[in-house]
């Protein structure tokens, strides 16, 4: 079962517009949440995190959302870029120190010049 | 430039002859992993390894197993591919000195089976 989702395989938004990308978690125990940015044929790169104790963190043009009691965290891209098009992946970690994370499938972001 | 390196990049196997994919870092990282990533969905962690301890998830199949001879470098060992292991292999490394854990990826191996 799916602790982490991605319902929307796909997005594509226009460039300077805002893209956002959202994930759902069911694990109550997750207080540690990354997004990561994939490129073809390259590795998934870290992109920004929040802490549970957090319900917005900022930098640069993104900014990550979270709603605990909706166990739902958000990435707004402002303004989108063609360079943003990317599979992008929400991971989740147990507890401070887990070794472990727990990626969503993923979310292709497509930003149209 | 501080990375994670995999090699090789590409890999084909026939279907039951072993084959090994190997990681390397430069970053000093003292915790390693490898992850399955097969196409559409998420990264699925095998196992990690923190310094010389092993850690194996629960439904990683007996099949796959590896080995850390020193910090720098990580195998994976596919003992007999089928063709339900063609996926995307990567190999990721985290540091324990920060809260949480943020882990760099290499680029990922794609292994085919035939």
């Known amino acids: 079962d799916q602790q982490v989702k991605q319902n929307s395989p796909s997005l594509s938004v226009q460039e300077g517009r805002i893209s956002i990308l959202n994930c759902d978690y069911t694990n109550s125990m997750f207080d540690y949440f990354l997004w990561y940015k994939k490129y073809p044929a390259e590795g998934p790169t870290f992109l920004i995190s929040?802490?549970?104790?957090?319900d917005k963190n900022e930098d640069g043009r993104f900014t990550v959302f979270l709603n605990k009691s909706a166990k739902h965290l958000s990435l707004h891209i402002v303004p989108s870029q063609p360079g943003d098009s990317a599979v992008y992946f929400c991971a989740a970690s147990g507890r401070a120190g887990s070794y472990q994370l727990t990626f969503g499938k993923g979310t292709k972001l497509s930003v149209i010049p | 430039d501080a990375m994670v390196i995999q090699n090789p990049r590409y890999q084909v196997t026939q279907f039951g002859k072993p084959v090994t994919l190997s990681c390397s870092q430069t970053?000093?990282?003292?915790?390693m992993y490898w992850y399955q990533q097969k196409s559409s969905q998420a990264p699925k962690l095998l196992f990690h390894?923190?310094?010389?301890?092993?850690?194996n998830e629960a439904d990683t199949p007996d099949n796959f197993q590896s080995r850390r001879p020193n910090t720098s470098f990580c195998f994976l060992d596919i003992r007999s591919p089928g063709l339900g292991d063609a996926a995307m292999y990567l190999c990721?490394?985290?540091?324990?000195?920060?809260?949480?854990?943020?882990?760099?990826f290499g680029p990922g191996t794609r292994l085919t089976v035939l």
């Open positions: 390894y923190y310094d010389k301890d092993f850690n």
């Open positions: 990721a490394t985290s540091a324990t000195s920060g809260a949480y854990n943020e882990q760099f």
């Open positions: 929040i802490s549970s104790i957090k």
């Open positions: 970053l000093n990282h003292n915790v």
